[in-house]
C-alpha cells in the first residue's frame, strides 16, 4: 500500500514514519520563517515561506512518484507549517542568534527528509538509485524554493557538505534495506548518519573541493568571451 | 466530474466558472506579456512570460490535485495567452501607464483564480485547507513564475496585501461554499470580496505589519553572523 | 502505448526515439556541469546542476502529459547525467572554450529535445498546439532551472534566438507529422531544422525584434511610476 506513512499509520513503523515526516515538516517550516524574519517580511510572508519549505521538498517527491501529494491527503502538515510561521513570527525577537538557529535547524529537517523521502520511494516501488535521488530531492528541494524566493544564494550549491549528507543518509538507509537490516534501525541509523555528516561540516568547516582551473588554462578562458 | 469547469460546460454553472477561468487566465497572461515589455523582451519572451504567468498557477493547482492538467485537456487555454501576449506586443505602446494597468489587470485575475482555484479542490473532493490553499496558489504561482523569470521581486513576498487578499477570496468562497449558498452568489461575493481587499489596498497603500526586531536584541544578532 | 520510446524500445523507431533521449540528456547534463565549472562549484554541485538541467525538462513533460516520469522508470537516465557531470568535472580543465562549446552542445540538445518532447505528446494522445508546447517545454526548461540555480540570467528571456528555435523543431516536426511523413524523416529534418535555426542565429548573431518602446510615449512612463 503506497499510502502507508502518508499520516495513515497502520504498524508501529508506519508511525515512527509519520512522527518523523511532522517534525521534519515542522523543522524545515521553521527555517524557511526564519528566513522571513531575517528579510522582515508580514505574517502572511512567513506563513508562505514556512509552508513551502516545509512541504515543497515532499510535495516533489510524491508527484514525481506518481502518489498523491502527502498534504492534499492529510491537510494537517499544512497546518502544522501555518502554527510553527505564527509560533517564529512572535518568538523570533527573543535574543539569540537566529543564524546558527537556523543552520542546526535545517541540518534536522535534511537528515529526516533524507530517510523518509528514499524510504517512500522504496514503499512506492523504486529501485536504489531513484530511491536516493527522491531522498536528496524531498531533502533539499524545499531550501531551494525557499532561497530561490528569499533571494538567498541557494545552499546546496554552496560549497557546503549539504547535499552531500543528505547522500550519506539516503545512501546509508538504502543499503541498511537492502542488506535486511530492521526498518526502526535503519531509519535511526541513517538519520543519525546524515546529521552527523552535516553537523560535523558545520561544526568543523568542512568542505568539498571545488572545481578550479588548472595552470594549463589560457587566461582569456577565464574570461566569459 | 471533476472535469467539469475545465473547458467543458453541462450547467449554466460550469459555464460562468470557465467564463471566469478564460478570463483570469487571459488577464494574467496580460500581465505577463506587460513584465515582458517592461523588459523589452522580443515576441517569444512576450508570449513565454504571458504563457507561464496566464497557466501557470492552474498548472500547478492540477498537478497537486492529481487532475488533469487544464490546458492540455483544453489547448485553447493556450492560444489565449498567445493571442493575448500578441496583442500586448503590439499594443503596448499606446502612451499610458502600463506599471498601474498591470496592478489592476493582476488583482482582477488574482480574486477570479484564487475562487476558481478553490472550487476546482471542493469539486475534487478536497477540504476547506487544502481548497484555500490551492486558490491561493492558483491565483500566486503564475505570479511568482513571471517575477522570477523576469528577474523582478516576487510580489506576494513585499509587504502588499497580495497572497492576503487571495486568502480572503478564496476564505470568503470556501465558508460561503460551507454555508450552502447557491454557487452562482458565492462565487460573485468572493470574487467581489478578493478584488476589494486587493484593490483598497493598492488604493489605500495598506500594508500588514512586518516583523521587525524587537527592543530587547542585540546589535550584533543583525549583521549575519 | 505511451510508454513506447521511454526505454522500452518496441520498434526501431522506438530505439532511435531512445537513442536520441540519451543523447540529449547527456548534452543537456554536460551545459549544467559547464555552469558548475564556471561557478567553481564542487563535484556535487556538478552532479545537481547536471542532473537537473539533463532531466529537467522531461520530468515536467511527463508531468503535465500525466505520464510516469521517465527517469523514475528508467533510472540509467539519472546514471548517464552522473557520469558526465563527473567526466566534466575531471575534463574542464583541458583549454578550450568552455563557453563556445556550451553554447553548441545546449544547441543539439534544444533541438533533440524539442522533437522528442513533441514526439512523446503526441504519442500519449496530444493535438499539435500541446505537442509544440510539450516540445518549447522539454527543450527549455532545464536550461531555465539551470540559470536560475546558477543565477544567470535565464537564456530563453535573452534576445537570443532560443525557444524560437525550439519552436521550429517542434513545429517542423508536428506539421510532417500530421502529413503523414515516416516517423525516421519526420525527426531527422526536425532535428536539423532546430539546429540550423539555433546554429545560425549563434553563427551570424541573430536576434528578433525586441518590444521598444515607441515615440509616442511619455517619459514618464519609463521611470517605475
Known amino acids: 500500500m503506497p499510502l502507508a506513512g502518508m499520516g ?3 504498524t508501529p513503523f508506519d508511525a515512527v514514519t509519520a512522527i518523523l515526516d511532522v517534525f521534519g515538516v515542522a523543522v524545515f517550516a521553521a527555517t524557511g520563517a526564519l528566513v522571513a524574519s531575517r528579510k522582515e517580511m508580514d ?22 512518484l506518481g502518489l498523491p501529494v502527502f498534504w492534499v491527503v492529510t491537510p494537517s502538515y499544512l497546518v502544522i507549517c501555518l502554527v510553527v510561521a505564527g509560533l517564529v513570527f512572535f518568538t523570533a525577537h527573543i535574543p539569540f542568534s537566529r543564524y546558527r538557529l ?13 530517510v523518509v523521502g528514499a524510504e517512500k520511494a522504496i514503499l512506492a516501488g523504486a529501485g536504489p538509485a531513484v530511491a536516493i535521488a527522491m531522498g536528496m530531492i524531498t531533502a533539499t528541494f524545499g531550501g531551494v524554493i525557499r ?8 545552499v546546496i550549491l ?3 557538505i ?23 534501525v535503519a531509519v535511526g541509523v541513517a538519520v543519525f548518519a546524515g546529521f552527523c555528516v552535516r553537523g560535523l561540516a558545520l561544526h568543523l568547516g568542512w568542505t568539498l573541493p571545488r572545481y578550479r582551473p588548472r595552470p594549463g588554462r589560457r587566461p582569456e578562458d577565464l574570461s566569459r568571451k
Open 8 to 10: 495513515f499509520p497502520e
Open 43 to 64: 505574517i502572511v510572508g512567513f506563513a508562505l515561506l514556512g509552508a513551502v519549505t516545509g512541504i515543497g521538498g515532499g510535495t516533489l517527491r510524491d508527484l514525481l
Open 162 to 184: 549539504y547535499a552531500t549528507a543528505a547522500l550519506a543518509g539516503a545512501g546509508c538507509f538504502v543499503a541498511l534495506d537492502a542488506l535486511g537490516v530492521q526498518r526502526e
Open 102 to 114: 537556523l543552520l542546526w535547524f535545517d541540518a534536522a529537517g535534511m537528515a529526516l527528509f533524507a
Open 158 to 160: 554552496s560549497p557546503e
Open 147 to 154: 532561497d530561490v524566493l528569499g533571494a538567498e544564494s541557494p
